[in-house]
């Protein structure tokens, strides 16, 4: 059982003034360390090229016990930016015709071991 990492993707959600946005990850997943993860967050009530209504989609993290950490996100002009600690092994990407921001991890460690969310972050 050592050689496996549990990784839990829970709901998050975000509003605005405009509409009703939502965000909801797959999950949960179980990859060995080594291995690659793949997550989907499923945006809707916003285009998530729209800055007025989404500006960025972020994705932050959770260890067992401890505070969230921000570890990456996507902007509204498809810029992407990354947290040092996965640099190099993080790709975050979307598909704006479905509404959907997708979260690669490789080299999974044991440290990547978290409670993952997906929301609405600023412009």
Not at 71 to 98: E, F, M, P
């Amino acid at each position: 059982m050592k050689n496996f990492l549990w990784l839990l993707c829970v709901m998050a959600t975000g509003t605005s003034v405009l509409s009703q946005l939502s965000f909801s990850e797959s999950g949960p997943v179980t990859v060995k360390p080594g291995e690659t993860m793949m997550l989907t967050c499923k945006v809707t009530g916003g285009s998530l090229t729209d800055s007025s209504a989404i500006g960025s989609v972020q994705w932050v993290r959770q260890p067992a016990g401890k505070g969230l950490v921000w570890i990456g996100g996507i902007w509204h002009d498809n810029s992407a930016g990354y947290a040092t600690s996965v640099q190099g092994r993080l790709t975050i990407t979307r598909d704006t015709n479905k509404g959907e921001v997708y979260f690669k991890l490789t080299g999974v460690k044991i440290e990547d071991t978290c409670v993952y969310y997906c929301l609405r972050g600023p412009q």
